[in-house]
């Protein structure tokens, strides 16, 4: 059984860079089998797709945070991590990492996710 | 950014059917791309329901059931029971946006 967990500062200022890290453990991120991604959601809001990376190191970004986002992989550690520059407090957000299945989605959807880590912008 | 719209809220009586749509467009559901279901229980993350419009992962009851049709999407609860009181998602990929969409959300209250 695989499971994630978010690790990170819960506490960013204004122009300064999230930076987030997802630890998996229960399996290899190494798997060509899975998207790694990141979702947030806003405090009482919706949620929003940031991004993904594969154990190849290819992206995929969400055209509007694409500017400002960088998601990478280690895979010596069995981690995938979150930059996200010049955050402002729109950026507030309970950050998830998840699990996308190549197998059975696509890609497209997420069977595992982490606990959330909730980041607040603020100076 | 939520192009896929839900009803904010729904309810029902212990035992009912509900239904919860998710109405989206011709770059979204209505291009053929699948919808997948997420339930979001209070203070917890989301949970996988339904994959591929009407697929359920291992473990989901199969009170919890899916369609598509057209340019929108459904969930049904039968049987409705205390603990399906949660916020559920509807998401897809939208091609003029070139990502990953989610729906707007939808609240359940039993009654």
């Known amino acids: 059984q695989v499971q994630l967990q978010e690790s990170g500062p819960g506490l960013v200022k204004p122009s300064e860079t999230l930076s987030l890290t997802c630890t998996v453990s229960?399996?290899?991120?190494?798997?060509?089998?899975?998207?790694w991604s990141w979702i947030r959601q806003p405090p009482g809001k919706g949620l929003e797709w940031i991004g993904y990376?594969?154990?190849?190191?290819?992206?995929n970004y969400n055209p509007t945070l694409r500017s400002r986002v960088t998601i990478s992989i280690h895979t010596s550690k069995n981690q995938f991590s979150l930059k996200l520059s010049s955050v402002t407090a729109a950026d507030t957000a309970v950050y998830y990492c998840?699990?996308?299945?190549?197998?059975?989605?696509?890609?497209?959807?997420?069977?595992?996710w982490g606990q959330g880590t909730l980041v607040t912008v603020s100076s | 950014q939520s192009v896929l719209t839900q009803p904010p809220s729904v309810s029902g009586a212990p035992g009912q059917r509900v239904t919860i749509s998710c109405t989206g467009s011709?770059?979204?559901?209505?291009?053929?791309?699948?919808v997948h279901w997420y339930q979001q229980l209070p203070g917890t993350a989301p949970k996988l329901l339904i994959y591929?419009?009407?697929n359920r992962p291992s473990g989901v009851p199969d009170r919890f059931s899916g369609s598509k049709s057209g340019t929108s999407a459904s969930l049904a609860i039968t049987g409705l029971q205390a603990d399906d009181e949660a916020d559920y998602y509807c998401?897809?990929?939208?091609?003029?946006?070139?990502?990953?969409?989610f729906g707007t959300g939808t609240k359940v209250t039993v009654l």
């Open positions: 990376i594969s154990y190849s190191g290819n992206t």
């Open positions: 229960g399996g290899p991120v190494s798997s060509g089998g899975y998207y």
């Open positions: 591929g419009n009407n």
């Open positions: 998840a699990r996308a299945p190549l197998a059975y989605c696509g890609g497209d959807c997420y069977d595992s």
């Open positions: 011709s770059s979204n559901i209505g291009a053929g791309y699948d």
């Open positions: 998401q897809s990929y939208d091609s003029s946006l070139s990502g990953y969409v």
